[in-house]
């Protein structure tokens, strides 16, 4: 999904479009806080059950935009054309974070999870303003780099000290990101990352199922508050 030219669209008008699609799955990262806090406050299948609930819940209302294709105002009507008949990519997101989060270790899910978000959405906005290269359908390997730019800076904020992990997950997320197609990179890009990252970890005899490992100064600053 990410890093595309779009036909028969201005450049301003694509960005301007893209830039609110990116602004409304920037509310992922308060799902991944909303875990993370239920999990240190009461227990992991607690925040499990709560992630299943809102996922069941959003296929609800994928239920009725979908079968009962209801008006939606202009505002909200920010999908691409192939999209509004198929399922949505937050069903998707929401899906594999549960799926990354009962798998793999805390540490891992959380980075593979924020690769996904914050390197989706540097790679399409930086493709569709810079992008001039295609390299892969309609992506561009401007977008390529700047996606992977900033998945190295994700991974290094979150596992600064196991840098064989970061930057493999990186890569990883970036590669599947780019030859995703027909399937939803809300999915294989978590799934991926996550498990090379796993992997890695368990060779490499890595301890990652601290909690709450790279949120841990989160907890510090609130209890302190």
């Known amino acids: 999904m990410a890093f595309r030219l779009y036909t028969g669209l201005t450049m301003s008008t694509s960005i301007k479009k893209e830039i609110l699609r990116k602004l409304f799955?920037?509310?992922?990262?308060?799902?991944?806080?909303a875990y993370t806090v239920c999990r240190y406050f009461w227990s992991?299948?607690?925040?499990?059950?709560?992630l299943t609930a809102m996922f069941m819940v959003l296929m609800e209302i994928e239920y009725v935009r979908l079968e009962m294709k209801p008006k939606l105002p202009?505002?909200?009507n920010i999908m691409r054309p192939h999209e509004k008949d198929n399922v949505a990519g937050s069903i998707f997101f929401i899906a594999a974070t549960i799926i990354v989060f009962?798998?793999?270790d805390y540490s891992i899910a959380l980075t593979?999870?924020?690769?996904t978000v914050c390197g989706d959405l540097a790679s399409?906005?930086?493709g569709i303003k810079f992008g001039k290269h295609r390299i892969f359908r309609k992506k561009t390997l401007e977008g390529f780099l700047a996606g992977l730019a900033v998945n190295l800076l994700v991974g290094f904020l979150m596992l600064p000290a196991f840098p064989a992990i970061y930057v493999i997950m990186a890569l990883v997320a970036s590669t599947v990101e780019l030859l995703t197609g027909k399937l939803d990179d809300n999915l294989t890009v978590?799934?991926?990352?996550?498990?090379?990252?796993?992997?890695i970890a368990f060779l490499m005899q890595a301890d990652l199922s601290a909690f709450p490992g790279p949120m841990e100064w989160f907890f510090k600053l609130i209890t302190k508050s």
């Open 25 to 33: 799955h920037l509310m992922e990262l308060p799902v991944l806080l």
């Open 44 to 50: 992991e299948k607690v925040a499990i059950l709560a």
């Open 74 to 76: 202009r505002l909200l």
């Open 102 to 104: 009962a798998v793999f």
């Open 112 to 115: 593979a999870l924020m690769l």
């Open 124 to 126: 399409a906005l930086f």
């Open 190 to 199: 978590p799934l991926f990352a996550g498990f090379t990252g796993q992997i």
